[in-house]
Each structure stands twice: as C-alpha cells, then as structure tokens.
C-alpha cells in the first residue's frame, strides 16, 4: 500500500515540476508523507515508527536534488488540495491504496 502512494506522490510532484518560491520537493514529500501517516494512525493505531521519515526517504529517492525548489507555480495550490483530501479519505480507501483524485 505504501509504495503506491509513494508512486502518487511522485507523479503529484512531479508534475509540479516546472515556482512557488521555498517549495522543495524535500517539502512536499515531508508535507504528503506527515499527513498520509497521520491518518494512517487514525485509521489503524499503532503508527508505523518512522512512517514520515521512512516516507520522505522513499520519495526523495525520486529526485536527482530533493531540496531543489519545485517551479511550478501551482505546485502549492495542488500540494495544499492533496493535504486536506488526505486528512477525509476513508480508511477503506487508504487501505486499498485508493488515494483522492487531487493526490494523483
């Protein structure tokens, strides 16, 4: 389940890819990944330990310079919308690795 999100978060920031100026995708996998674990948490306590590290270091093995800052200048609109959708998708759907359109 986990790796499949990884892969939304890669396409989600990827295709952010292009300013908001100080947005890194070190930023955004940190962002995705403490709120995906948070619910997580919710949804099936105990939290993984480490979730949101493990998770950070997964997704920034995606990109050659994590801390490059992303050129988009929608990328924290869209970031923004998966974070509040992360925080309502129901445990079924995290579960099954079926994450909110806004996230992919």
Partial sequence: MRNRLFGIVLVLV???SGGHKGLTYRAACQSIGDA???RQAQCSPPAMQNC???F???CCAGFPNCDQEIADQGAQAAL???LSDLKTVSCADLEA????ASCQ
Avoid at 97 to 100: D, E, F, L, S, V
């Fill in 97 to 100: 690795g079926n994450y909110p």
């Fill in 14 to 16: 990827g295709a952010c």
């Fill in 36 to 38: 995906t674990c948070a």
């Fill in 56 to 58: 950070v270091q997964t």
């Fill in 52 to 54: 949101a590290q493990q």
């Fill in 80 to 82: 923004d919308k998966c």
